[in-house]
């Protein structure tokens, strides 16, 4: 099982990014994604999370309203849409199969900063 993400970078106050995580090694499909994210200095944070099928739910209020979380099965790809971004969303995004332990990709920096 392996996870690569990607789209992060520097983006202003108010502006926004699409990240991208894909995954390898099960059957995309018949699970739930989840994207996480850890600030400097804190602890790794659940986002949001999408059910097999699509539908999001498990949005951190810290998010909500402003990032949506979306999937490709087709691609086997999982996607963050992030708007109207602020300084505390800075931090490594990842994904991964919503409540599994499996181990982190290297994940997609996120600086949110003028």
């Known amino acids: 099982v392996q996870f690569v993400e990607s789209g992060g970078g520097l983006v202003q106050p108010g502006g926004s990014l699409t990240l991208s995580c894909v995954a390898y090694?099960?059957?995309?499909?018949?699970?739930?994604m989840s994207w996480y994210r850890q600030p400097p200095g804190k602890e790794r944070e659940l986002v949001a999370s999408?059910?097999?099928?699509?539908?999001?739910?498990a949005y951190a209020d810290s998010v909500k309203g402003r990032f949506a979380i979306s999937r490709d099965n087709a691609k086997n790809t999982v996607y963050l849409q992030m708007n109207s971004l602020k300084s505390e969303d800075t931090a490594v995004y990842y994904c991964?199969?919503?409540?599994?332990?499996?181990?982190w990709g290297k994940g997609t920096q996120v600086t949110v900063s003028s």
């Open positions: 999408t059910r097999q099928v699509g539908g999001a739910y």
């Open positions: 090694g099960f059957t995309f499909s018949n699970y739930d």
């Open positions: 991964r199969r919503a409540m599994w332990a499996d181990i």
